[in-house]
């Protein structure tokens, strides 16, 4: 069973450094208003006004999307094809972020990864048990991400799956509680064991049969009574991000044309 999460895009471009720092082929405006690729470099692009062509540069780490030259539109580079358009500037890197713009992951934590906007960095962290996939750019399960299963590892270290079939009461996966978190629990598939979460403001309360049971409140499980403490849960349930179960993420971003002028907000 996958959890995956669409990650939301943003486009931004702006005039970059000034005209006269790039060597220029003698472009010519296809049409006198448009928006049209650079021959070369797939984070420039040529603005065209009654015909005049402007030398633009997309913001650092983003590049030209080609899809309709009646908009200036610049996109993540992973969703862009640069075919054809290999060049790019040279990265501008702030802390946790490789280039000012992009999603980039953790280098530490697989679970964590960073949406960069201007070089400033806002955290994100997929759901228990996940990790951020940096190849097909969504939360995953960390046993599927290679450079991961070691962090899973020592996650569900201790934890002892069930034999496949040992529990029939279970069906074809098993849950079980977390030795030191009341909201924490490990599900085994396949002789895999996996971290998951309850929601928040809910605590695992183990089955009447082993492998068995279910997220509920804090006061029917003894001992974890008070494992929210003095939390004002409601606040905190409107302020959690969830990226695991289908669960949607605000853009942190809206999608504006340039960064030098006032946002303007595109419709979805």
Not at 22 to 33: A, G, I, K, N, T
Not at 41 to 61: H, I, K, T
Not at 227 to 243: H, I, N, P, T
């Amino acid at each position: 069973m996958r959890y995956l999460l669409a990650l939301l895009l943003l486009g931004v471009a702006s005039t970059g450094k000034a005209q006269e720092d790039y060597v220029y082929e003698d472009f010519l405006c296809p049409r006198e208003y448009g928006f049209f690729p650079h021959e070369r470099q797939c984070d420039a692009y040529w603005s065209c006004v009654d015909g005049v062509p402007e030398f633009r540069l997309c913001g650092n780490g983003l590049a030209f999307d080609t899809s309709n030259d009646t908009r200036e539109d610049c996109n993540y580079k992973f969703v862009v094809d640069c075919e054809g358009r290999p060049d790019l500037e040279p990265p501008i890197s702030t802390p946790h972020c490789p280039y000012l713009y992009g999603i980039f992951p953790d280098e530490e934590d697989c679970a964590v990864f960073w949406s960069c906007w201007d070089g400033e960095a806002s955290r994100y962290q997929c759901g228990s048990g996940l990790a951020y996939d940096r190849k097909s750019r969504v939360c995953n399960w960390m046993d599927h991400i290679p450079e991961c299963k070691a962090q899973q590892s020592l996650q569900t270290q201790g934890v002892v799956c069930p034999a496949p079939g040992e529990l029939t009461a279970t069906g074809s996966f098993s849950r079980h509680p977390h030795s030191e978190d009341c909201r924490q629990y490990f599900v085994c598939l396949d002789g895999v064991a996996r971290e998951y979460g309850c929601p928040i403001g809910t605590v695992f309360q183990i089955g009447a049969l082993e492998g068995l049971g279910q997220c509920t409140d804090p006061e029917l499980v003894p001992g974890c009574e008070d494992y929210y403490g003095d939390l004002d849960l409601e606040a905190l349930k409107r302020s959690q991000v969830f990226l695991a179960g289908g669960g949607e993420v605000a853009n942190p971003r809206p999608r504006i044309v340039n960064p030098e002028e006032a946002p303007v907000v595109l419709p979805a």
